[in-house]
């Protein structure tokens, strides 16, 4: 076994007081083309206690030299034949000296240098076991798509909630319960076979809304199929279930009934909802085709006529909303919408972007979530990844390119906090109206 790092010069690290120490594990196998990314990514965290392990399953191409080109500030690398990626992660586990323990793997970067130090500038309850947040992934054509996790954990009982690499979990429960090697047909489900077990188990979760993660979309855990079959066998769901979700992703892999579909669907949205429905002046009319879109519409919400919105099927309304005219919904990436909630005239919330320093200028998609009460202001804008806290106002004409905290009053360009909101909210916003 090879093995090098600060702990083999007798030089460790523990935590201190309000710097409990992280762990960060990092498995790889010949795959020097993207390991020095996923180093350099660790060792830029502006956080200021963190134990760098890597755990190299005994690679033969330049890995090993990677490895070596930072091992003045890798806290332990060893190298040596394995029984694959969970039988690595086991032994970054038994290895970890930190509070929590977090795997980056190779390929795998954080969202920016300040991930650690936003996730642990916080105190946790000492009940919290698991840490987990949000993550990009990259597709193969570029595209970037960014996926909120969700703070109900009841997920967990049938398929994964959040990315492994996006979560920390304390050192002392991930040394009691290891990824179950025995468990050969869980196939690379073996971390979804520990989270499940967790949450079974009655561990704690805590969500917090920090994107942790960038990772590619590629690979054997990119198998739709396999997926479906591991989080069938992990969980224990319904046959039926299975077989519709096998089903699902079965047509969609025809490439033929794919487009297909594509077409069919961006003809019902640009010319149907977008060119016809949208000014039919009736809402119970244009409700039944919004419903038809796989649009998400809670009880007593109303949608007023002159709308425009791409990918209604990834847009959810709570109940008792209100959608002025002349709105503009992106939801490529996910809109959330909570209960009472007014949208004001000529709002735009745009889950869409590019990269404009990539050369290929990919898409980026991040998902926008507005919790109840809040209210959007006559000719805003909300661009992607934005959260708005609940009961939170946004001042006519703002442009909004940050979170806004519940019951935060911002304004300008870009928005600022400028106030404060009541707490004390109790009202509904379903205009009464027969023709909207």
Not at 61 to 76: A, M, P
Request: hydrophobic share 40%; aromatic share 12%; proline share 3%.
């Amino acid at each position: 076994m090879l093995c090098g790092g600060l702990r083999t010069r007798g030089i460790t690290k523990t935590s201190t007081d309000g710097k409990p120490l992280i762990t960060v594990v990092t498995v790889v196998y010949n795959d020097e083309s993207t390991l020095e990314n996923t180093i350099q990514s660790v060792l830029s965290q502006t956080y200021e206690n963190v134990e760098y392990i890597v755990i190299d399953g005994g690679s033969k191409d330049g890995t090993i030299d990677i490895i070596k080109k930072y091992e003045d500030k890798i806290d332990y690398w060893q190298s040596e034949p394995d029984k694959g990626i969970y039988d690595a992660m086991n032994k970054g586990i038994s290895l970890a000296k930190g509070d929590w323990i977090n795997f980056m793997n190779a390929g795998d970067v954080f969202y920016s240098k300040y991930v650690l130090k936003q996730v642990f500038e916080k105190d946790y309850p000492d009940e919290v076991s698991i840490i987990y947040g949000d993550s990009t992934y990259i597709k193969p054509d570029g595209t970037a798509v960014t996926v909120f996790a969700d703070s109900s954990i009841k997920t967990l009982l049938f398929s994964p909630l959040y990315r492994h690499g996006a979560s920390f979990v304390k050192s002392i429960y991930h040394k009691e319960h290891l990824f179950n090697l025995e468990r050969k047909d869980c196939g690379f489900a073996l971390d979804f076979l520990f989270i499940h077990s967790a949450y079974i188990d009655g561990c704690v979760f805590e969500y917090i809304p920090e994107n942790i993660l960038v990772w590619e979309f590629d690979g054997a855990s990119g198998n739709r199929y396999l997926q479906i079959k591991y989080n069938h066998l992990i969980s224990g769901s319904s046959n039926l279930k299975y077989y519709v979700q096998l089903f699902k992703a079965f047509l969609q892999q025809i490439i033929i009934l794919h487009k297909v579909y594509t077409v069919f669907s961006l003809f019902y949205q640009n010319m149907i909802l977008n060119g016809i429905i949208n000014v039919v002046p009736i809402w119970i009319i244009r409700k039944l085709f919004y419903s038809l879109s796989r649009m998400s519409l809670g009880r007593g919400s109303v949608i007023n006529m002159f709308q425009h919105f791409i990918s209604p099927s990834k847009i959810r309304i709570g109940k008792n909303c209100h959608i002025n005219r002349y709105c503009f919904l992106d939801g490529r990436g996910g809109i959330a919408i909570g209960n009472n909630v007014s949208i004001s005239y000529k709002s735009a919330i745009i889950t869409g972007s590019h990269n404009m320093q990539n050369s290929k200028f990919p898409v980026k998609l991040a998902p926008i979530v507005i919790k109840d009460f809040a209210w959007i202001g006559f000719g805003t804008t909300i661009l992607q990844g934005v959260r708005i806290g609940k009961g939170a106002v946004v001042c006519a004409g703002a442009v909004v390119t940050k979170d806004v905290p519940d019951y935060g009053i911002v304004a300008g360009v870009p928005a600022k906090i400028i106030n404060q909101r009541i707490t004390n909210l109790d009202y509904k916003c379903s205009p009464k109206d027969l023709f909207l």
